[in-house]
């Protein structure tokens, strides 16, 4: 079934039926001010911090799951009839109310028709501002006058702390005002005394108030009271106010407020007016007035919107592609760089799942997302990145999450068993992407600090992380998996031993022997190719169980992931990440992605494991509490599909990789949105597999790993276009029967327009390479042979040029 779909002109996705499979959703603002909203207009918002700053209400996990949100209701004022400019919450019928939401670069625009009137909602924060717009524009498609009403609805917290704003109630119920201010203006305030008591939000450093005002059309009434406006039995589908038609001018004073502002609009047959509503944060005597007096007309709320577009815009056209697969065109030219800069704004704070407690970055997932943003955003990687390996301790090992007012230098040391062994080890991932995403190579030579004590070169905190694994090796030679490795439910003891983690550190010690030599550090790299030599050994001594790698050992020695055990029988990220870090043999290569094709492949993607526990200890395979087939329990986790796809591409199987891609891509299940039922324009945490009984059903959309493998799988391994520290590496791996594809992609502040021809329909091989008319024998250009605006013609065949790839 299909629901909406993508406009890549006009960068969004169009909904066109609103009664969607979940709620799907958009952000809004930055992370100063920031936004969840929903094709039906619901959602919330927050003031830096999803769970601290929660300024409005959304009862989480309620059906349906985005209640309340941002609403207008408008009011036939002769019939009496009424309904929503969003589908919901009125929810008429689907045969007289037609509806269309076009879910954009933070903003969503609603339009709907019914019963003569034509509505058109716009939804937006400007940059850099602490309040958003919501625009009403209506016009009157038929053929008599109409006299309308429209009433804005939202629910402020109480208590800028979402679960005591809706637990806490003996206490929040008791604090909260609202009133009119000014004559187009409502004041929302917490009682004066807590700010002598607590003077500021402790958690957020500010105050908590906010103000709503109306421009366009005059205030013809107002509630701030959630019990006047909605009725002590009503509910947001039959608000006693708008029943009534009119506001009954209600003050909050405790209990609960809400954000009405009461406007009436008159239309002469084809007539459009339009209002708009401003919300923001601040008093409303000062911060409300001054922005309504530089912000409230339409003119510059047009202007803003402008300048809004233009700025996301710029963003994602850092990288552009027009390929045979319409699929990857969508995820490419928008939402796959869309989703990887909201997570890497959001971390995994807010979303209708995630309700704003998960506050700071989470170590792994945040050194990951750089992979995602370094060509967007380059600069705000490059001070994310500082300040993750500002997150890791002198002895190697890194602080689990980095909370907003972390100061480097001044973290207590954690204790032994509370580190991750995975964490640090994706520095090798990002660090080098970074730099030759910029061609900073001073950056290894910075210094910068570390969380408790001392600073180090970012070569140093690099050679730390190695050592950190290195002095925490198992009775086998492996690494120990200490609290858990990148999958959370792995508990192998403190020394049980971390396969995955070997492959990682396999990879950080080839990438750091490959640095040092460029800083002409010759014994460093002797040094780490001297471990590699070793962890090697270790590897191939215990690991290899015939047809695949094993997944782990537990502290008492017991083996996970081999053929003579009958859960968890197969682990994928240790066949993947044999081939990732360059451990596995070319036999064992195939041999085992072999393995990973028949037992963990299904048409909804990669399982993580298979067959699913059902008795295994939960003291060490914790994702036994998971249903068979969901999460980590032998699910389809998302994050993990980037790293089949590049095992295959290494593997040189363009034709696997790309079935691989298509099984997890959101953009496959546009048409078909009944099986994964998330947003198909955006990835998700887990799909159900085909062990369970919901085959793939997707949930946890928009923040996860998944974004940043997702989008950088496809662009740098799949298109291959892989930028180096000294060029730029043309190294596709596609469907044999491609004839190519075009990228425009911003590489070091230069536009470059890349055409790859694929005339003899192979899945990869540079024969050679053009550049503006010059031919080099060489599938990396040297930098210096670009200038913005060059063409690149790279030509695929049989006769292959060799690959150096510098990096992963
Ligand atoms: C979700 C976490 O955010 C991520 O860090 C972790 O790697 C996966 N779970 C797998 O367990």
Redesign the pocket.
Known sequence: MQYGYFDDEAKEYVITRPDTPTSWSNYLGSTEYGAVITNNAGGYGFYKSGAQGRFMRLRFNSIPMDQPGRYFYLRDMESGDYWSASWQPVGKPLDKFKSECRHGTAYTKITSEYEGIKSETKYYVPLGQTFEYWRLKVTNTGSKKRKLRAFSYCEFSNQWNTTQDQVNLQYSIFIVKGEKSAPNMLRYSIHENLYIQHQKNPAINDYMSEWIALAGAPMTGFDTSREAFIGTYGNYKEPAAVLKGECSNSEAFGDNSCGTVQADIELNPGETKEIMVLLGIGDANVEGKKTVEEFGTFERADQEFEKLIKNWHSKLNSFSAVTPDEDINHTVNMWGLYNCLITFAWS?AASLVYNGERDGL?Y??SVQDILGVSAAIPQEAEERLVRLLSGQFSNGGALPVISKDFEAGKQKMIPAEKFRSDDCQWFFNAVPCFVAETGNFDFFNRVVPYADKGEDTVYGHLKQALLFNLERMGKDGLPCGLLAD????LKLGYHGESLFVAFQLRLGLTTYADISKRLGKNDEADWALSERKKLDENIQKKCWDGKWFIWAIAEDGTVYGTQSIEEGQIYFNTQVWSVLSGAATPEQMKTCLESVKEKLATPYGLMLCAPPFIYASRDIMSSVVYLPGIK?NAGI?N?TQGWGIIAEIMNGNGDRAYEYCKAALPATYNTKAEIRQSEPYVIG?TTYSTYSKRPGNTRVSWLS?AATWNYYSITQYMLGIRPQYNGLLIDPCIKHDWDGFKVERRWRKMNLHIEVKNPSHVSKGIEYIEIDGKRIDSSTIPAELLKDGSTIIAVMGKNALPVENERM
């Open positions: 995994r989470g792994r997932d990148w999958n959370d439910c980590e986790f994050h945490q790993g």
